[in-house]
């Protein structure tokens, strides 16, 4: 029905980091004019006269910001993983979400139409708005609630954020000896096309999967203790995990 | 020089697992005849008459097998990456490493002209052979003593075991709320790709990089008591290593 969409065709961002720079640039590219104001000081209401308002700030610094804004007829959003949407609830009429999920540094453009935007919103007609913009920066758009939201960003801490400490540690293990890291490229991406198409637990691989304690003690002599604890545990999480998957056959 | 190098033209390969049947497959296919033997029951003389004899087995067992065998001209190897070369040295005069550093899975052909080969000798005529070998197999061959091909294992154990079983927690995360586990690919691929181009500790992000207690507790109480206590170590582990860069600038 018409009258309950609104298209998107002006846009405010606050804030100044990676995700307001990134989509700043990503708008930019639609041909619609973004207003993008600092998050610092006072914000005039003037300033907020665009169809959509995109709060871009640090996850605690969110409800502060929504705090000294005095929003009309504009959709409110924020784009974080974690915060609740009902700290927008006071400050707008049409509230919601546009969480992109993706890790996002600032000076390294993005290909958007890549990035997976989670969408949600306080009303259909705010929902049709911001799904609509959304499926012009993208080609996957996904409608999530709350606890949706928080268990992606869970699994994307995960996914991204540990799994890029583990990469650091096998650098550090690899320039030990004067081995270049690229040598375990091949083997990185395998890995992780294999975890793709597969449940990951059903072709985990190596010493602790097969329980070779001799191996995971001598393997143990050769890191650092910040290393090693790391190592032990995830070997028992492994182990742990393939026995239990045994049990259920 | 012609007379330290002697071209390897038939082939026997102990053991029927993953390496056994991938190697078959890729040796095959260079025109060379395989013969495959298994490693249980006697190994007869005649037939280990082959220029390369390859122990594919179980690290734990490849000293029994090797143990097994009466070699005389061949050059004989195994493509463990951490047991020690000396297990081979009183079985046969000529002996190394074929240590293939990928993640292999019996019935998944690989393309083996992208995996990384790991050569090893205890003389420089079988080194030369076998590196002659490995470069029909693949453009990807390194000549590497015992020390590195032991920090190789490990490092690959960080950068695909335990990644494998973070990115398995992932889609459980992601299932108890019925989410894809595909939603999250651009996002894997994206921190894959931003940690091969830099050092991973660089380019960390994350709660625990940013120190967000809040978030992480909130995490925490989502999490089972496995999940959990990754959660915990890897957290930890983060802050402290971001800590000691900003120390050190």
Same mark, same amino acid.
């Given at each position: 029905m018409n009258n309950t969409f609104k298209e998107i065709q002006s846009i405010t961002i606050i804030g100044k980091g990676n995700v307001a720079w990134q989509y700043n640039n990503a708008?930019?590219?639609?041909?619609?004019?973004?207003?993008?104001?600092?998050?610092?000081?006072?914000?005039?209401?003037?300033?907020?006269?665009?169809?959509?308002?995109?709060?871009?700030v640090l996850d605690k610094a969110i409800e502060e910001v929504a705090g000294k804004l005095r929003i009309k007829d504009s959709i409110l959003v924020h784009t974080s993983g974690t915060v609740d949407i009902e700290v927008l609830n006071k400050i707008a009429d049409n509230y919601g979400i546009f969480y992109p999920l993706q890790t996002i540094t600032k000076g390294i453009q993005i290909n958007f139409s890549d990035v997976p935007l989670c969408i949600d919103a306080n009303n259909e007609k705010a929902l049709a708005s911001l799904i609509h913009l959304a499926k012009r920066l993208t080609d996957k758009v996904y409608e999530i609630n709350t606890s949706q939201r928080k268990e992606l960003h869970l699994a994307a801490v995960f996914a991204n954020n540990f799994t890029n400490h583990?990469?650091?540690?096998?650098?550090?293990?690899?320039?030990?000896?004067?081995?270049?890291?690229?040598?375990?490229?091949?083997?990185?991406?395998?890995?992780? @096309?294999?975890? $793709?198409?597969?449940?990951?637990? /059903?072709?985990?691989?190596?010493?602790?999967?097969?329980?070779?304690?001799? %191996?995971? @003690?001598?393997? $143990?002599?050769?890191?650092?203790? /910040?290393?090693?604890?790391?190592?032990?545990?995830?070997?028992?999480?492994? %182990?742990k995990k393939q026995d239990s998957l045994k049990d259920n056959k």
């Open positions: 708008i930019v590219n639609l041909g619609i004019n973004v207003n993008c104001i600092s998050s610092r000081g006072e914000i005039k209401e003037e300033e907020l006269k665009s169809d959509l308002i995109i709060i871009a583990l990469l650091g540690i096998s650098k550090q293990i690899l320039e030990r000896e004067n081995i270049p890291f690229d040598i375990i490229f091949p083997l990185i991406n395998q890995t992780i @096309e294999k975890a $793709k198409r597969n449940n990951p637990f /059903d072709v985990q691989t190596g010493p602790a999967k097969r329980q070779e304690m001799a %191996i995971m @003690e001598s393997h $143990k002599s050769r890191l650092d203790d /910040d290393e090693r604890e790391i190592y032990e545990i995830l070997s028992r999480k492994i %182990i």
